[in-house]
């Protein structure tokens, strides 16, 4: 798939957080649409790692196994 480096570096998608709460722990969902998994050639059960760089912004970043 060709997209424009315009396209990809400036699209958006709006997404909701998620919490689960159970009686002993809590987790908190982020999901993103097809789309940009599509984009960026994901795979199940590929993992990945959060980095925070600040309370505005996440970073996500494969991780090699």
Do not use: H
């Not at 958006?12 to 998994?37: C, D, H, M």
């Amino acid at each position: 798939i060709y997209i424009s480096s315009y396209i990809t570096r400036y699209m958006g998608y709006k997404t909701k957080v998620q919490l689960i709460e159970r009686k002993k722990s809590k987790q908190w969902y982020i999901n993103f649409p097809y789309q940009v998994a599509e984009v960026m050639e994901f795979k199940k059960g590929e993992d990945c790692e959060w980095t925070l760089i600040d309370k505005k912004s996440l970073k996500l970043k494969r991780v090699k196994k």
